[in-house]
Each structure stands twice: as structure tokens, then as C-alpha cells.
């Protein structure tokens, strides 16, 4: 813990900068890395309790004051600190970065207390893809998007610059596939049914039952675990998973960005996955195949002639991305089921191949509109916006 004099030292380092003040003020840059480290506390905060989150969904029956709940909470409470900060001071952002900050918080606060009615209401969210939880992960990608706003106007160039700013995408992937988690986890859950095996406690799996007039058997199983179309999975991951890693390439401006960024978020998957099995929660599918799509974007970034990057990048990612799941749901399989010794265990959700012709069109929609807006920013409009300081208050 730390003493007395070390919060008195810090409050009489911090008081002078609270004062009001617009945004795009002139900050002081050891202001401004205090400012983004709080933010990557709370977002790993936030990102340790929403990988939990799904396992625990998954055995348990819900609980508003369930540990995952509590350990995103934390993250919530220091993410509305500090865009409390950023609005009051006007330290650390632009209008626009304060603006997106600010909506995503307070749509992700009004969010929460329609998360909680709609349970109250209507029991068990059978699916992540519900409307208030659609409105939490809206919430928290329009917070992410102004903080890698600020950070990318406001860091020094250098590879702290990088490597925070590749960390700040990373939790902005994270979000985005975050509802992709339910058909992760469910598809082994059903492989698990089919081995005569269980992951959910009996009293989830009765009250899912009963909230849809069924018995537990199969079909029930198949209403709580994939209760989605097949093809919203690979469309999903493409169009959006795909987009955030163009982002990311052309923001980072370095190749292998995006295979990086998807791997750092793979990898915290993988890490997370022997943790909770081995405390006895429900393993999920690792979406691996997006190291693979993240890979042939950098590569398409090697075209020149962004129009044409666009049709062979989107054309080559979803090829690539529909490729990698097949393989994993062969290959990876396996793997799955030896560890935990249950063979036919599949090791991704299941594939709806036609659907490759629209993923890779939305895809493709969506990083012709990437390049069009990057296109209309000159490298020395993006100078004069930053808010680089070197001021003290």
C-alpha cells in the first residue's frame, strides 16, 4: 500500500493541473502519459472482467454481483473518472476525441441499468447479441475510438506511441468480437452435450429450460448455446473484426500492425483459456483465424494504389478468414477434445461457407470507406491537429 506521503506527494502534483479548461488545452506530456496509462488500467480492467464474464455465464446461473461483474465495474468507475477529467480540464484531447469519449461513456451508463431491467423482466439473455448488450459493447467502442483518437493526436512519436496505440486497438478488437464469444463457448458446450458431458451447473441449465417450455435436452442446448444464425459468425468476424485490423494498419502506419494487434488479442485468449479451465470453467473456441486474416492485411497494404488495395485486401482476408476457420474446426478439434478427453469436440462455431460472398462485400464496402476518409487527411493536417504540449500549468 502506499503511504501517506505518497498520496500527499501525488494530489500536490495533480491539483495545480485541475483547473477548467477546453478542449485541445495544452498539456503537459507527463500529464498526458498519466492520463492514457489510467486509461489502459481500465481497460484491462474491463477486459479481464468481460473474458471472464462469458465462461462464467456459461456454468452459473446470472448474478448482477457476480465476480466479473465487480472486476468491470472497477474498470467502468476509472473510465468514468477519467472522462470526468478530460471534460473538466480539457487535458489529454480534441473536441472530437472528448466528444466520442464522452457519448461512449454515457451510453455504456445508460446501458447498464437497461441490462439489469431486461434480466429482471425477462430472466436469462439467452444470447450476447441482445439489444442491451449491444448498447454496452456501442458504448465502449465509441469510448475506445476517442481515446486512440487522443492518444494517436496527442503522443510523441516514438515506439511508445506504437505499442500503446497497438494496445488501445487491441482492446478496441476485443470489443468488437466480444458477442462473438457466445457462439465460441456454445459450440463446445454442444460438443460437450453430445459426449454426455455438461459445462453449466443443473440449476442454469433448468431455469434456460424453463424459460423456453422445454426439457433439458438437445434442442434446448442448441437455444441457449447457438441461439444465432450460422453465418453471423464468419460475416461478423470479417466485416467487422477485418475492419478494425485495417484501421489499425493504416493508424499504425508500420507492416505487421495488424497481424500484431489480432495476435496480442488472440494470444490474451489463449493465455486466458487453461486459467479457466483449470478452475473448472467452461473452455471456449480461440478465434486463431483472425492472426491469419490480420497477416494478408498487412500483406495487401504492400499495394500502393489504395482503391486496389481495398479489393484485393478484402478479397484475399475473407478467403483467408473462411479458410482459417475450416482448418480449425478440423484440425483444432482435435486439440480441444484430447485436452479435455472428449473426442468430436470442433474447435470454432459452425460455418455457414455461402455466406463468404457478403462477408467479403461488407468488407470490402467498408475498407473502400476506410481508405476514402484516410485519403482526405494530409500528413501535415494530422500535425497540426495533435496537442503535443510541453507546458506546465
Avoid: C
Avoid at 452459473?60 to 461483474?69: K, S, V
Amino acid at each position: 500500500m502506499k503511504s501517506p506521503a505518497s498520496f500527499k506527494k501525488a494530489a500536490a502534483w495533480a491539483l495545480p493541473y485541475w483547473t477548467r479548461g477546453q478542449a485541445g488545452r495544452e498539456t503537459p506530456q507527463d500529464l498526458f502519459r498519466v492520463l492514457y496509462f489510467g486509461w489502459l488500467v481500465a481497460l484491462t480492467l474491463k477486459l479481464l472482467g468481460s473474458a471472464w464474464d462469458v465462461s462464467w455465464h456459461f456454468k452459473w446461473l446470472r448474478d448482477d454481483l457476480a465476480p466479473p461483474h465487480l472486476l468491470n465495474s472497477a474498470g467502468t468507475a476509472i473510465a468514468v473518472a477519467l472522462t470526468v477529467i478530460h471534460g473538466y480540464t480539457g487535458y489529454g484531447v480534441d473536441k472530437a476525441a472528448l466528444r466520442l469519449i464522452q457519448w461512449g461513456t454515457g451510453i455504456f451508463l445508460i446501458a447498464v441499468p437497461l441490462d439489469l431491467i431486461n434480466h429482471r423482466v425477462n430472466g436469462l439473455d439467452i444470447t450476447s447479441w441482445s439489444p442491451s448488450h449491444i448498447m454496452l459493447y456501442l458504448g465502449t467502442f465509441f469510448m475506445i475510438a476517442g481515446v486512440i483518437r487522443g492518444w494517436f493526436m496527442g503522443a510523441p512519436p516514438g515506439r511508445e506511441r506504437t505499442v500503446v496505440l497497438g494496445a488501445f486497438f487491441a482492446f478496441f478488437l476485443e470489443n468488437v468480437h466480444f458477442p462473438e464469444q457466445h457462439q465460441e463457448y456454445g459450440i463446445l458446450s454442444i460438443g460437450a452435450w453430445d459426449n454426455h458431458a455438461t459445462y453449466a451447473e443443473p440449476i442454469l441449465l433448468r431455469f434456460a429450460a424453463d424459460q423456453m417450455g422445454r426439457p433439458v435436452d438437445r434442442t434446448m442446448m442448441l437455444g441457449f448455446a447457438l441461439p444465432v444464425p450460422d453465418y453471423l459468425y464468419p460475416v461478423y468476424a470479417v466485416v467487422v473484426g477485418l475492419s478494425v485490423l485495417v484501421v489499425a494498419r493504416l493508424m499504425i502506419g508500420r507492416f505487421g500492425a495488424a497481424s500484431l494487434v489480432a495476435a496480442a488479442y488472440v494470444g490474451f485468449r489463449t493465455l486466458i483459456w487453461p486459467l479457466l479451465t483449470a478452475t473448472g470453467f467452461p473452455p471456449s473456441a480461440v478465434p486463431f483465424f483472425l492472426v491469419v486474416a490480420g497477416l494478408v492485411v498487412d500483406l495487401a497494404f504492400l499495394v500502393r494504389m489504395p482503391y486496389l488495395r481495398a479489393v484485393l485486401g478484402a478479397v484475399g482476408g475473407t478467403a483467408a478468414a473462411y479458410g482459417a476457420l475450416v482448418a480449425q474446426s478440423t484440425i483444432m478439434g482435435g486439440v480441444y477434445g484430447a485436452i479435455k478427453g472428449q473426442e468430436g469436440l470442433v474447435g470454432a462455431p459452425p460455418l455457414a461457407t455461402s455466406s463468404a460472398v457478403w462477408a467479403g462485400l461488407g468488407l470490402l464496402a467498408a475498407w473502400l470507406a476506410v481508405e476514402w476518409i484516410a485519403g482526405r487527411r494530409s500528413p501535415q493536417e494530422a500535425m497540426e491537429a495533435r496537442v503535443i504540449a510541453t507546458a506546465t500549468p
